[in-house]
């Protein structure tokens, strides 16, 4: 079992293949050394809790002792949660549950729940699921680190007003997955008898999957969160190293880091060629903006901007961009070195040539096909990619990924100059925000507001 990545078309060539010049990847070995360090020392002094996510027994049998007792209790599990709250939930249901799996009937789902996770207050969304969910069979996991976040309370207070209003008590219908001791859920927690998991205080939200706020949801529709953890531990250990040529997330980071700042290659792809890993591509998008996007201290806006595509469908769509729009990206494949299932393709119309090639061979096949073709045609017209290459996708290798890119990400912090964990950018729009909607002591922030320019006729159409 292994994920593998290879940077041969991020690595430019004297015969002009483009990408970071060897020498280049290779003289950032101290850099990246530093970084590795670094990495080392936060983790030492108890802030990089996600590396040890992997070996938390206590918070897996929180999970495993929640998950057998909910058995056969519920058939609708509902998230309410953004962020990271959300977007690791999301992930986890696409990669490791059948495709189509909240639509099937209960019986191929082997009288396991669907798995809902609202990430918005929309409320056409949430009325709709709402509309259409039998509350008495349905889990709601309220998930939010600092236990107070404004759209995930939002979304509490509609939940635990319709199962007040459907007599349902909320300590069986509710648990929340929150700091353990900090916050407003911890709170209503402990005052309504409220079942709550833990996010340990050292584990933010984008990183949080390998916790509860992804184990939770993980664990209640089958998925084997052991195999998951036990993944993720195993890439942890292949990254233990400071030598750049042996550290697989290192690779990826500092490549990432030099084409950006050296190359102009501030976009960074990803692209999977599996279904199952488009909304790992999602939660890429969040860790790798929210964590690298800062001003550094000396107040340099600094920061690769991420684009989630698909493979073979974004072929026909973002990769004309890809191919000739600014040389300003690099494409991150993910696949895999087989397919689970695969489909022959049959014959027929043999006689016309746009059909009668495909004869014979299968689905899985072209759409690897395809992205070799699409790494080759990008590489001709001197766009850099990587690849990296799963075994297959089950949660042991789904739990690798999101560990290398954690990893990764912590590294881009320290080659960026930047706080990987915090996000002080998504501040000020909160502060207005709660100005707006008449939350006490913000009314500084209700005077700033109001002092921005007002919508100007003149510029309406
Ligand atoms: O990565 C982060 O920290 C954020 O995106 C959070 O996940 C998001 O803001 C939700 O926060 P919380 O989990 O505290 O409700």
């Known amino acids: ?76 599990v509902v998230v309410l949660g953004i962020g990271g709250s959300a977007l690791g939930p999301i992930a986890v249901r696409t990669a490791l549950k059948p495709s189509g799996w909240n639509a099937m009937m209960d019986d191929p789902r082997g009288g396991l729940p ?51 209003q459907a007599t349902l008590p909320i300590d069986e219908h509710v648990v929340f997955v929150t700091d353990p001791a900090k916050g407003a859920l911890r709170a209503i927690a402990a005052r309504d008898k409220i079942p709550a998991l833990d996010v340990p205080p050292n584990v933010g939200g984008r990183f949080s999957v390998l916790c509860p706020v992804g184990t939770l949801p993980a664990a209640l529709v089958g998925v084997d969160v052991r195999a998951m953890l036990a993944g993720a531990a195993d890439m942890a250990a292949r990254c233990g190293t400071d ?30 060629y599996r279904d199952a890993l488009r909304d790992m591509a999602a939660w890429f998008v969040q860790l790798w903006a929210e964590s690298l996007g800062k001003i550094q201290p000396g107040g340099a806006s600094v ?95 789904v739990g690798a990924l999101f560990m290398f890119f954690g990893i990764a990400t912590v590294y881009g912090g320290h080659l960026y100059g930047v706080n990987p964990l915090d996000q002080p950018g998504v501040e000020l729009g909160k502060q207005y925000t709660f100005a707006r909607l008449g939350r006490a002591g913000y009314d500084a922030a209700r005077a700033e507001f109001e002092s921005l320019p007002k919508p100007d006729p003149r510029f309406a159409y």
């Open 1 to 76: 079992m292994a994920i593998r990545l290879d940077v041969t078309n991020l690595v430019a060539t004297a015969d002009g293949r483009a990408g970071v010049p060897l020498a280049t990847f290779q003289g950032a070995q101290a850099r990246f050394a530093a970084a590795h360090a670094h990495l080392v020392q936060q983790r030492a002094a108890g802030i990089l809790g996600f590396l040890d996510l992997p070996a938390n027994e206590g918070l897996l049998a929180q999970v495993e002792q929640f998950a057998a007792e909910a058995k056969g209790k519920y058939k609708d």
């Open 114 to 164: 669907r798995l809902h996770v609202l990430d918005n207050v929309d409320p056409r969304t949430i009325a709709a699921l709402l509309a259409a969910l039998d509350l008495r069979t349905t889990l709601f996991i309220v998930t939010s680190k600092s236990g107070g976040t404004g759209e995930t309370m939002a979304q509490f207070l509609v939940v635990q007003d319709r199962l007040k």
């Open 243 to 272: 030598d750049l040529a042996k550290n697989p997330a290192g690779a990826f980071a500092v490549l990432q880091w030099l084409a950006d700042t050296t190359q102009g290659r501030h976009v960074h792809v990803l692209m999977p």
């Open 303 to 397: 920061g690769p901007t991420p684009i989630p595509a698909l493979g073979a469908t974004d072929q026909h769509s973002q990769v004309q961009l890809f191919m000739e729009g600014p040389q300003d990206k690099t494409v991150t494949f993910i696949t895999t070195a087989g397919h689970e299932t695969d489909v022959t393709i049959p014959a027929g119309y043999g006689d016309i040539e746009e059909l009668g090639y495909l004869a014979g061979h299968t689905l899985g096949e072209l759409l690897d096909v395809e992205r070799v073709a699409t790494a080759g045609a990008l590489a001709k017209r001197g766009r850099p990619s990587m690849t990296l290459t799963l075994d297959t996708v089950d949660a042991w290798h």
